[in-house]
């Protein structure tokens, strides 16, 4: 029996229980206790599919609110996630796993992450859930390059793509993709945190469904296919903002606006010039970051996308203790430096009403 054993409770496969026991393990770093959490419950009855989405799932969300809330460090969020995905690796091989697996007559799904997300748990547990409910399924893994995706299509006989992102920075990507395998005749249903609340990024993007999560989509599935795209179903150029150049021009020039914000804020605000080397390059970081949003913006046309972002930040900075005085003062050099582009200034002008009720006094001063 695994190290887990002494701390089974009567019954052994209440979920609260798994939940907390796993996470005692995951927050101690013991990927040897992690699984023996996840195998015991299996070897005693547990559900394979509820010990993915109602066990590992949600001690993963829970790593997120712990880094988010400063409580976890990067490396301590990193080693939580590779445990949680060990867990996951060894519930799949495991014979009670495989026992329970339907055998494959659904059909064939691929499954993998837009080019430059590498947050692959979503997409894994998904593989996983889909594969216990009798679909063949090629999971691809983390930051699949279209051009890679659909190579894979051209070998195989896929009925549908699922494809996962978290950071809505890569929803250009993920458009990309998604037109690519709808040129090929394959249907893509998305999801991820990066198609926003209730998926409202997913349709203008063109995809064929959109699910909250594994469960919901693996129910999507299971209810009929995907209708396969007509020829000329979607096209890049069905955005029509995008005519204007704004997303493209901000896109290529991103090094050089974070040069030209963190300079004006260095001449604007004197005690920005004596941060030291890691302030400098967070303060760096946070303005590519706002520059990369506010391109992700532009390409959507969505103010909100932009505003939830800051906000976001903001809350991030303060549970990080970091005042998040510079961001209006920044938001402003930005709108500056793009005032001959409307939309970009609508989207920034949006954002710092957004922002200012909170920090009355920040655009004064960012220290």
Known sequence: ???????????????????????????????????????????????????????????????????????????????????????????????AARAARTAPRLGRITVACVDGEWHALPARLLAEVLALRGWRVDYLGAQVPAPHLIAHLHRTDADAVALSSSIATRLPTAHAAITACQAVGVPVLVGGAAFGAAGRYARPLGADAW??????????????????????????????????QEYTTVARSAPALVRTVFGALEDAFPAVRAYDEAQREHTAEDLAHIVEFLATALYLDEDELFTEFVLWTTGILTARGVPAHSLPPALDILARELRDFPRATRILAHATRALTPAHPSTARNPV
């Open 1 to 95: 029996m695994s190290t887990s054993t002494r701390h089974r409770p009567p019954g052994g496969t209440q979920v609260p229980y798994l939940v907390d026991a796993l996470w005692e393990a995951v927050s101690a770093a013991d990927e040897y206790l992690a699984t023996g959490v996840v195998l015991d419950a299996l070897e005693e009855g547990a559900d394979p599919e509820s010990l993915l989405l109602d066990v590992i799932a949600v001690v993963q969300a829970r790593v997120g609110e712990e880094w988010a809330a400063n409580r976890m460090g990067v490396a301590q969020e990193h080693a939580a996630t590779a445990i949680n995905e060990r867990a996951v690796a060894a519930l799949s091989s495991h014979p």
């Open 211 to 244: 699910a909250p999560d594994a469960r919901a989509a693996a129910d999507r599935l299971a209810r009929g296919p995907l209708p396969r795209p007509r020829p000329g179903h979607l096209s890049v150029d069905d955005l029509p903002h995008l005519a204007d």
